[in-house]
Nanobody
Framework: HVQLVESGGGSVQAGGSLRLSCAAS????????MAWFRQAPGKDLEGVAT???????QYADSVKGRFTISEDIPKTQVYLQMDGLKPEDTAMYFC??????????????????WGQGTQVTVS
């Protein structure tokens, strides 16, 4: 099974940018629907973006036009480029993988593999 490790979180001022990375090991990300989710304190888990090979993407309305998900198949990495960050983007961000790439959706119940998360704080 694939294992996921996120990195790239941090603190940034509103309007700034961050790029999150998700390193996958144990399998190729092209076999999975990959996604980013986030959870703010006291709030439910929220789907942010999905991607499946060869590059179909989906975004939550709250991040469309600001966030970009991408994947580097040879490097087995998935990225989330976040531009125009807002305080409401503050959350723990998680990378997730689903072995059902044909059903790639912003539904957390579809994903069986999760990383440990990386914190993003926007002030």
């Amino acid at each position: 099974h694939v294992q996921l490790v996120e990195s790239g979180g941090g603190s940034v001022q509103a309007g700034g940018s961050l790029r999150l990375s998700c390193a996958a090991s144990g399998d190729s990300v092209r076999r999975y629907c990959m996604a980013w989710f986030r959870q703010a304190p006291g709030k439910d888990l929220e789907g942010v973006a999905t991607i499946n090979f060869p590059g179909d993407t989906q975004y939550a309305d709250s991040v469309k036009g600001r966030f970009t998900i991408s994947e580097d198949i040879p490097k087995t990495q998935v990225y989330l480029q976040m531009d125009g960050l807002k305080p409401e983007d503050t959350a723990m961000y998680f990378c997730a993988a689903s072995r059902r790439p044909t059903n790639c959706d912003l539904d957390s119940t579809l994903f069986t593999v999760w990383g440990q998360g990386t914190q993003v704080t926007v002030s």
